[in-house]
């Protein structure tokens, strides 16, 4: 099988003829700059590290990593069409895009909006860009929303990723001709969060409960401006990708943000919308992000055509693999789970790695529906000797 078939058989249920891999083809499961640059000295690689989401600090895995741990997906992602070298908090070298305004701020950084307002700050000895500053924070009323809805439109496309759509079907179709790796749209196109980061996060969540409407007019509109972004990306695109990921965190670690019965009178609406119109363009595998325990929302997801989700938290409430195979594993794929990133890749030894990563295969794998990769990214303090641990115990099995 190619890498592509492997996962395509995977998402349909099938038994593929070894478990597909994937190291970096999502925000969501891929590596941290940091951790990047170590393992890269630890196999003798050189190149460069992109550092295309800094909310996170992922880099983008570059082609001789992603042979070397046998990764079967690439990610197409929305890029910079130029970058600038920088430095990670370790002092190690990256690019970040060229028309980020990254700027120092009271001892860490802060990106800077145009109006030179913080919209995300890492804090001294963080790692990561937490948003600020809430846009629409004030909004009291749906004219309010009207009046920043270009905050809406750019939302999860910003001004510093400054590729186009003839700039992603060249890409598209680069990947689609030059390699056999199964190639993941990210859209990201948040709903539910997007609300949190653009009203605030206490904001929007009294919304949900006690102003209904405001919360039901942001989320319509949004999902208005995402309309002609899916068109135009997918038109673009959607002949040579092979997988689209959307992105919207519903879970905690113990239960989801909202009861089963608030998400499907406020959220899944919008998400059926959304997810639906992108379905009806390009008929293609929908690979839905998101952390912490979901379990709860699990058929709603899949009856709004959900076919697979990302990062199967198994440390989280209800989410142990053996119980979503049960479960789900008709229905699902789980593109995750192979390693606890919580508690084991990054604080246990290579054996205990391995370990997890044998126990977690033996509960997904049978029968398809499940492609290897760590839950979530492999963050700042993984060890390089760790990360191959998990390949390695992969290919022993």
């Known amino acids: 099988m190619t890498s592509r078939?492997?996962?395509?058989?995977?998402l349909r249920h099938q038994q593929p003829d070894r478990v597909p891999v994937d190291l970096g083809a999502s925000e969501s499961s891929g590596i941290m700059g940091i951790a990047y640059n170590r393992l890269k000295q630890h196999l003798g690689l050189d190149g460069r590290t992109q550092i295309y989401d800094l909310s996170q600090m992922i880099?983008?895995?570059?082609?001789?990593?992603?042979?070397?741990?046998?990764?079967?997906?690439?990610?197409?992602?929305?890029?910079?069409?130029?970058?600038?070298p920088w430095a990670l908090q370790d002092g190690s070298p990256c690019e970040i895009p060229a028309k980020l305004q990254i700027v120092p701020y009271e001892g860490g950084w802060a990106v800077r909006r145009v109006d030179g307002t913080p919209a995300a700050v890492c804090p001294a000895g963080g790692y990561y860009f937490d948003p600020v500053n809430p846009p629409l924070a004030d909004a009291t009323t749906?004219?309010?929303?009207?009046?920043?809805?270009?905050?809406?439109?750019?939302?999860?496309?910003?001004?510093?990723?400054?590729?186009?759509?003839d700039d992603l079907a060249c890409k598209a179709r680069c990947?689609?001709?030059?390699?056999?790796?199964?190639?993941?749209?990210?859209?990201?196109?948040?709903?539910f969060a997007a609300g949190q980061i653009l009203r605030g996060f206490a904001n929007f969540m009294m919304d949900l409960a006690a102003d209904k409407p405001l919360a039901h007019h942001l989320m319509g509109r949004l999902v208005d401006c995402y309309a002609p972004r899916v068109a135009d990306y997918l038109d673009a695109v959607g002949d040579y990708v092979d997988v689209i990921q959307v992105n919207d965190d519903l879970g905690t670690q113990n239960g989801t943000q909202l009861s089963p019965d608030l998400y499907r009178e406020m959220v899944k609406p919008y998400h059926a919308r959304l997810w639906g119109m992108i379905k009806q363009r390009c008929d293609k595998p929908l690979l839905l992000h998101s952390c912490g325990s979901i379990y709860d929302l699990l058929p709603d997801l899949i009856e709004i055509g959900v076919d697979a989700i990302n990062p199967v938290q198994v440390s989280a409430a209800k989410m142990d693999g053996a119980l979503l195979k049960r479960e789900f594993g008709r229905d699902l794929a789980f593109w995750g789970g192979g390693c606890d990133t919580q508690h084991v890749l990054g604080g246990g030894t290579p054996e205990q790695v391995r370990d997890e990563v044998r126990y977690r295969v033996?509960?997904?794998?049978?029968d398809g529906g499940f492609i290897f990769c760590q839950v979530h990214n492999i963050q700042h303090n993984v060890a390089p000797e760790n990360v191959m641990a998990m390949y390695e115990a992969l290919r022993e099995l």
């Open 5 to 10: 078939e492997r996962i395509n058989a995977a």
């Open 59 to 84: 880099a983008k895995v570059e082609e001789p990593v992603l042979d070397l741990v046998g990764a079967d997906a690439i990610a197409l992602l929305i890029e910079p069409r130029m970058w600038r």
């Open 142 to 165: 749906p004219a309010d929303i009207e009046a920043g809805i270009e905050h809406l439109e750019s939302f999860d496309w910003p001004g510093y990723l400054d590729e186009g759509y």
């Open 175 to 191: 990947l689609h001709e030059e390699t056999d790796r199964c190639i993941v749209a990210n859209l990201w196109v948040h709903v």
């Open 362 to 366: 033996e509960q997904f794998a049978d």
